[in-house]
């Protein structure tokens, strides 16, 4: 997180699953990189990948 | 002598013109001769915060920096008083009186420094991989720019001062917000860099990287990988800096090791590009040239491969503040990437036929970014 003027910017990490096509938004992980597959998908045999890493900024 | 206040009010009431001037003249008295000193006081006063805040940039991200370099890496003696010494580098360009073969000067010094840092770090801590050496690079970087605006701002404030000469402070007055705007988008990036997290500056790379999923990463130059793949019955070269590490790569290294394996009939270069005062932010731009910053070196051996091949080359850049293009990617900019591939495609397709090839380089730093 970066402080800037007192905005807040809080990052997160956008997955998608290769076969559901299931997207899943959470808080930024230490390790995570766009393009890696962290973890399989909850809903079905695939594996999930991260497709962006972003910051929401918070004022 | 006594001073009779009814008197003097009386030859006030008979002479009231007397008094005006006066009052009129003392000031113009005080503005001819001490006007400058005024206006060096006041422009100075506002200077002065902000070196107080540039030195608080400097102090708080070498102290980050140091803190980092303990708690997450194994280094084999105390590595700050070593680290302390790199801050103070400097680089002293070539002479340009004859600018005759100059970039490949510029060239040679600004990676022979890389070098140098490359191996004084790698040197100081065991067991420290590629990305962590490329975070401490860029880390390094934002500390040495960081002092080198606040010595710089404070020689210029100081000698003013020193002198009592406003017009040497006037260049400083009208260059210090835009030193600001600077130091404050480099200290912001500080914390992206240290937890390998993509940047603004990183949606060419990502964009490409995305591109070169699934297919087969070669080696093109130093921290730069290519692949080959296909659209629409055309073969699409693939070039970005090697992710995750917080690297550009060497795009024109890269570039040459292309065209000695296949010329390609089209180059595309995706990048980050700052935008104007009043554009939006993640707004695409397309257009034509090499889009690629930094100091030029990189650019001007793209521009001169692609001239000696007759290669055109198209730009698609994505506009950003300078903060934004340095600092965690915000999600406007990360959302445009769906749209500035589709324009990829579009101008594939309208300046290449079928059994062409195109050479797309995604420009920009890769931290967080792989491919």
Redesign the interface.
Same mark, same amino acid.
């Given at each position: 997180?970066?402080?800037?003027k007192n905005r807040i910017?809080t990052?997160?990490t956008?997955m998608e699953c290769d076969s559901c096509k299931i997207l899943k938004k959470r808080k930024?992980s230490?390790?995570? +990189?766009?393009?890696?597959i962290p973890e399989g998908c909850s809903e079905c045999d695939g594996k999930m990948l991260i497709?962006? +890493?972003?910051?929401? +900024?918070m004022d | 002598m006594d001073f009779n206040f009814d008197e003097f009010l009386a030859w006030v009431g008979e002479d009231i013109d007397t008094l005006m001037m006066l009052i009129w003249i003392l000031p113009v008295i005080i503005f001819v001769f001490y006007g400058q000193r005024i206006q060096l006081i006041i422009s100075s006063n506002e200077i002065k915060k902000d070196i107080g805040k540039l030195e608080e940039y400097t102090a708080s991200t070498k102290k980050d920096f140091l803190n980092y370099v303990k708690n997450n890496l194994n280094s084999k003696s105390d590595p700050s008083k070593k680290l302390d010494s790199f801050f103070d580098y400097f680089t002293i360009m070539p002479v340009d009186m004859d600018p005759n073969g100059i970039i490949s000067k510029i060239n040679h010094l600004v990676r022979s420094r890389e070098d140098f840092i490359r191996l004084q770090i790698t040197g100081m801590f065991s067991n420290l991989s590629s990305i962590e050496l490329s975070k401490l690079q860029n880390l390094l970087e934002i500390v040495t720019t960081l002092q080198l605006f606040y010595k710089h701002t404070r020689h210029l404030y100081l000698t003013a001062k020193k002198q009592k000469n406003f017009p040497l402070i006037l260049p400083l007055q009208m260059m210090i917000p835009f030193i600001m705007e600077e130091a404050?988008a480099l200290?912001?990036a500080?914390?992206?860099i240290k937890?390998?997290?993509?940047i603004g500056d990183g949606i060419g790379p990502?964009i490409v990287?995305?591109m070169m *999923?699934g297919t087969t990463k070669e080696s093109a130059a130093f921290e730069t990988v290519w692949s080959k793949t296909t659209f629409e019955d055309r073969d699409l070269f693939l070039l970005k800096a090697k992710?995750?590490n917080a690297t550009v790569g060497r795009p024109g290294d890269g570039l040459e090791k292309i065209i000695s394996i296949k010329k390609p009939d089209l180059v595309i270069m995706i990048d980050a590009s700052l935008k104007l005062e009043g554009e939006d932010s993640a707004s695409i731009a397309k257009g034509f040239g090499a889009a690629i910053g930094g100091i030029g070196t990189e650019r001007f051996k793209i521009e001169e491969i692609t001239t000696r091949n007759g290669i055109p080359i198209l730009a698609l850049v994505v506009k950003q503040s300078i903060?934004e293009a340095i600092? *965690?990617?915000?999600?406007e900019?990360?959302?445009s990437?769906k749209t500035v591939k589709d324009e990829l495609y579009e101008m594939i397709r309208e300046n290449t036929t079928s059994g062409q090839s195109v050479l797309v380089i995604g420009v920009g730093n890769t931290i967080?970014?792989?491919?």
């Open positions: 997180m970066s402080k800037s910017s990052c997160y956008s930024f230490n390790g995570d +990189i766009v393009f890696s497709t962006k +890493i972003f910051g929401v +900024i | 404050v200290k912001d500080m914390p992206a937890n390998g997290q993509p990502m990287g995305q *999923l992710g995750p903060h600092t *965690l990617m915000t999600k900019i990360a959302d990437a967080g970014v792989s491919q």
